[in-house]
Structure formats: structure tokens, C-alpha cells
């Protein structure tokens, strides 16, 4: 776990770098493009998430396990169909988008925005095809108990980004579309070197191609039946953040005061032209502990979920499950606080810069803060979705995401009249919330998750390990959240606005913040910092 955590987070961080970078050449609002942008890149950042984090690799990794265990010899064999069926389906899929994409530039004559849309979107569909190649890869080289790899490509899309945004991208500073363009093509390459780097692992691990469609068809099958229930499972927080991007481009305008004229023109937009940046922006920031968290934590302990789930040891699966839930909630339910409390000064510090405005830098400060209310959600899915995986339960997650992305779609509809952009962001957080709770709900009826997995002990629900953890880190946090917010107070007052400024008070929040936690923790008696997931 620590090697894949320390690439993730080094991903994470160069994630950032991107980001700022891209802040600082667009802004939010200024001429559309940020916003053009980012719908563009939800359908290949979806399937990142999807096949790179998600549901390609969790319905293929127990079953190369599997297949591994049983017959080594033949694991080569269905690694190389799979990759050549995945290639098939993806180039098929692709060049339909490709069409559809050339007939929505025909229809959209005239119309600059929606043709920067489509434009961008045709350049960066091919990703689609490396990351899911790519997805494959890495959950053979899981199944090989091999992490840094998977871990570290991601670093690979991000620093092909910083170059261009950095040192190309600005000499085209007085044509933005121009800008856009050329982080698009740098999207499709990083996706490239991400399969091709996994690729040459692989050899080194003795891949040899075996392509055998009729050996390996029932397989194959079984993975495809378990691929569309997982991808449900797996995306609903990637949907539902496209759900929001869908709901704010539908109903921005570039003045919020304009009439809607496709809904008889007495109703006004709610929403400003930026929004769908904000979003992005703050997706960014609150993905950053979730990806070092809840990601991570998922990914390592899933093979050895999938390992007691096959082999019928029901306790050991159960301590594991247990395990990586209160490793979890240990790290996440301080996370959740302490982005809330920083969520001004962080977004000051990182994007408030070249074209991204004051105004800019307040709009998605508070979207940062709504979405942060449900970084211990967001954190906890990822690992009981794929407890629920690897005990062969893919419908559980499946049927209550499609409930939980309805509700996120209706909420989202309302949320925006009452609480403007910022109801964006709260309501897909309260979905995360009570998709968590119901999964939750679900996995102690199944397994007695608060009875540490034995029914005998179930009157013991307060001496239950993952409570202790729930109530002890909450007591923690509550501790260092108002030591937070009085330091925060006085240093507003005594620092001023600069970068300089900005970086001293977000060093020393952080510091003290994660100080007060772990002392507070420590005298209660935790003893999660020393457990892992792996």
C-alpha cells in the first residue's frame, strides 16, 4: 500500500500543477473556453475513472486471479484476448463517436461554443481506447501482486499536461481555442504512454501474445455480464459530477439574469456562464484525499478481498473488509473537515493567478467547500463497492447507484433555484452520503461488519471496532476543527493577501491541523495510523 500511495500521491500533487496551470491560462468564465473544456473532457476523464480506478478492473482482476491460481500457463492467453477484444470494442465505439461528433459540428454551423465542444470532444476520444487497454494491464499486474506501475502512470498523462499548458500553450496566449486545442492532443498522448509503459512491464513479467477468442469465450463472457453492473457501481460519483456539469451548462447563461427562452422566457438562468469550471476546479481539489484514500485503500485490499471471497473464508474477509473501512474512516472523516476549513485559503493559493480572477477564486472556494462535505462518502464507496465485487455481489451497488443518480439528477434541479451553483455541489454530496449509508446498511446485514463478523457478539455494538474508529476520529476532528478555526481567524487578520502569505497560512493550518488530530487521536487511545489495507 505505501509504494502505491506515494505514486498516487505524487500523481495527485502533479495533478494539481496541472490544474493550476490550466486555471492560469483560461480563468473560469473569461470567453467560454474553461467551460467548452471541461464538457469535452468529462467522456474520456468518465472512462478514466471507469476502466483506470474502476469497473474494467475490478471485473477482470478477480478472474485473472482466478485464472492465475488455477492455470498458469493460460493466463497469457486470456490477458491477450482480453486486450484484443477490449481493442475491437473500443476502436468500434470510438469511430461511432468520431461520426456523431462530425454530425453535431454540421448541426451546430455558426454556433462557436458547441463546435469548440464537439472539436475538442473528437480530438480526445481515442483516450478512450489506451486507458481501457490500459485497465487491462493493470489489473493483470495486480493480479501479480505488482502496484507501483498502475500507481505511477497516471504521472504520465499529468506531466505531458504541465509541459504544454507551461511551456507551449502560452505562446498562443491571444487564441484560447488554439490553447484548448493543444491540451486536448496532450490528453491523447498521455493515454498513449499510459498503455505503453504497462505494456512493457508486462513483457518483462513474460506476457506473451496467445490471442485464442474460442479458449477464453466463457471467460470473456463472464467478465462482460459483471462489466455493466460494475461500471454503474463504480461511477456514480464520476456520473453524478457529470450529471452537475450537464445541469450547469444547461442552465448557465453569460448574465444571470436572462430569460430562459426555450421555457417561455419568464424564468430566469440561475446559473453564470463558469460554472462548469468551478466544478471541475473543485472536483480536483476534493478528489485529491479521495484518491489517496478511498482509491487507494480499494485498489490494494481488493485482491485480498477477492482472495477470501473465492476461497470461502468468510472471518478473514470479514477482518479485511473491517480493516480497510477503518483505515478509511481514520484518514477521511478529518479530511472532510479540514477541506472545509481551508477550502479559501487553498483555492487562493493554487489558482489565483494569471487569467483567474478574485471573483474566479470566491466562486469556486465555495463550491470546493460544499463538495468537501462529502469527502468521507466519496472515500468510504470505493472501498465497500469492491468489498461487494469481490464477494461476486455486483447488483447490490449497481441497483442502489441507479437510484442514487435520479436522486442526485432531481435534487440538482432543485438545489440550483434555492442555493445557486453552490446546490450543485451539496447535492451530489448528500447523494455520496446516502449511497454510503444504504451500502453500509446492506454490508452488516450481510457479513455483521459491527459485530466484528461474529453473530455471537452482535449486543456489543458500541465495543465494535469500526464504531470505536467512527466515534473516536469524529471526536478527533471536532477537536482540531475548532483549533483550526481560530487559528484560521487570527491569521486573516495578521497575514496579508499574497502568494508568500497565502502559502504560510495554508502551511501552518495544515500542519497544526494535522498535529491537533493526531495528538488528540493518539491520548484516545487510536491505533489506526499503524494499520494499513494491504
Known amino acids: 500500500m505505501k509504494i502505491t500511495a506515494f505514486w498516487t500521491l505524487i500523481s495527485r500533487l502533479l495533478g494539481m500543477v496541472r490544474d493550476v496551470a490550466t486555471a492560469a491560462l483560461f480563468g473560469l468564465a473569461e470567453n467560454g473556453v474553461m467551460d467548452a473544456f471541461v464538457v469535452a473532457f468529462r467522456v474520456p476523464n468518465i472512462f478514466r475513472r471507469l476502466f483506470g480506478e474502476g469497473a474494467l478492473s475490478a471485473s477482470t482482476l478477480p478472474v485473472i486471479t482466478a485464472k492465475k491460481e488455477a492455470d498458469p500457463l493460460s493466463i497469457w492467453q486470456l490477458v491477450s484476448t482480453l486486450l484484443g477484444y477490449v481493442f475491437v470494442a473500443m476502436t468500434v465505439l470510438t469511430l461511432m463517436a468520431e461520426i ?19 472539436g475538442l470532444s473528437a480530438v480526445m476520444l481515442p483516450y478512450l481506447l489506451f486507458i481501457s487497454m490500459a485497465s487491462v494491464a493493470s489489473a493483470t499486474l495486480h493480479a501479480f501482486n505488482h502496484f507501483s506501475t498502475p500507481a505511477f502512470v497516471p504521472i504520465l498523462l499529468n506531466v505531458i499536461w504541465i509541459v504544454v499548458a507551461v511551456g507551449i500553450a502560452p505562446y498562443w496566449k491571444d487564441n484560447p481555442t488554439a490553447q484548448a486545442y493543444l491540451i486536448a492532443v496532450a490528453v491523447l498522448l498521455g493515454g498513449f504512454l499510459q498503455l505503453a509503459a504497462q505494456l512493457l512491464v508486462l513483457k518483462r513479467f513474460g506476457m506473451r501474445w496467445q490471442w485464442d477468442w474460442h479458449a477464453s469465450r466463457v471467460t470473456i463472457h463472464r467478465i462482460v455480464r459483471q462489466l455493466v453492473p460494475m461500471a454503474v457501481g463504480l461511477a456514480i460519483l464520476p456520473i453524478n459530477t457529470l450529471v452537475d456539469t450537464a445541469v450547469a451548462w444547461i442552465f448557465s447563461a453569460q448574465q444571470q439574469a436572462t430569460p430562459i427562452s426555450w421555457l417561455g422566457g419568464n424564468i430566469f438562468y440561475p446559473l453564470q456562464d463558469g460554472t462548469v469550471a468551478a466544478i471541475y476546479f473543485a472536483e480536483r481539489l476534493y478528489q485529491f484525499p479521495v484518491g489517496l484514500l478511498g482509491v487507494v485503500i480499494g485498489v490494494v485490499a481488493f485482491p485480498a478481498l477477492s482472495r477470501h471471497a473465492n476461497s470461502g473464508d468468510q472471518g478473514q474477509f470479514v477482518k479485511k473488509m473491517i480493516q480497510a473501512l477503518r483505515t478509511n474512516l481514520f484518514l477521511a472523516i478529518p479530511a472532510t473537515a479540514g477541506l472545509i476549513l481551508l477550502a479559501g485559503p487553498i483555492t487562493n493559493l493554487l489558482f489565483r493567478h494569471g487569467a483567474f480572477t478574485e471573483t474566479d477564486t470566491l466562486r469556486t472556494s465555495q463550491m470546493v467547500a460544499a463538495y468537501a462535505c462529502g469527502i468521507w462518502a466519496y472515500s468510504t464507496l470505493p472501498v465497500l463497492i469492491r468489498g461487494f465485487y469481490a464477494a461476486e455481489d455486483s447488483q447490490t451497488p449497481f441497483r442502489l447507484g441507479l437510484t442514487i443518480v435520479v ?18 455541489a451539496y447535492a451530489s454530496a448528500g447523494a455520496a452520503a446516502l449511497l454510503a449509508m444504504l451500502l453500509i446498511r446492506k454490508a452488516n446485514r450481510q457479513w455483521k461488519l459491527f459485530s466484528d463478523g461474529m453473530p455471537q457478539v452482535q449486543n456489543r455494538f458500541w465495543k465494535n471496532t469500526l464504531v470505536i474508529t467512527l466515534l473516536r476520529s469524529s471526536l478527533a476532528t471536532a477537536t482540531m476543527y475548532a483549533g483550526g478555526y481560530l487559528l484560521l481567524r487570527q491569521m486573516s487578520i495578521s497575514t496579508p493577501r499574497s502568494f508568500i502569505g497565502d502559502f504560510f497560512t495554508v502551511g501552518v493550518l495544515l500542519v497544526c491541523c494535522v498535529g491537533i488530530y493526531l495528538l488528540v487521536s493518539l491520548l484516545l487511545g487510536a491505533r489506526e495510523w499503524r494499520e494499513h489495507a494491504s
Open 100 to 118: 456523431f461528433c462530425g454530425l453535431l459540428w454540421y448541426w451546430a454551423d455558426g454556433l462557436a461554443e458547441y463546435q469548440l465542444v464537439v
Open 407 to 424: 436522486f442526485n439528477g432531481v435534487i440538482d434541479l432543485a438545489c440550483i433555484w434555492l442555493l445557486g451553483e453552490t446546490g450543485l
